[in-house]
C-alpha cells in the first residue's frame, strides 16, 4: 500500500494533471515504448485519452473520417444502446 501512495506523491509533485490533447509527459513515452514491444509492428499511432467519454468520442470522430476517406461519407449514423 505504500508503494502507491509513494508512487502518487512522485508523479503528483511532477505533474498533477496532463491533459493527453496538449502534450506529453515522461510516463506516457514509456508506456507507449512498453506497448510497442507487446504490440504487432502495423500498430504505429497511439492516442490516450482521460476518460471514457472521451474516448466514446474520438472513436466515434474516428470512425466517420474513416469512412469519409474511403468514400462512403454517408456513412455517419452512430447506433447505440440504452
Known amino acids: 500500500m505504500y508503494l502507491v501512495r509513494d508512487a502518487m506523491s512522485r508523479q503528483a509533485r511532477k505533474l498533477a494533471f496532463g491533459a493527453p490533447t496538449l502534450g506529453t509527459t515522461t510516463t506516457t513515452i514509456k508506456l507507449v ?11 504505429t499511432t497511439m492516442k490516450f485519452l482521460s476518460g471514457g467519454s472521451e474516448a466514446n468520442e474520438s472513436a466515434i470522430k474516428l470512425a466517420r473520417q474513416y469512412h469519409k476517406q474511403t468514400g462512403h461519407p454517408g456513412k455517419y449514423k452512430i447506433l447505440s444502446h440504452y
Do not use: A, D, V
Open 33 to 43: 515504448e512498453r506497448y510497442r514491444t507487446l504490440l504487432p509492428p502495423q500498430f
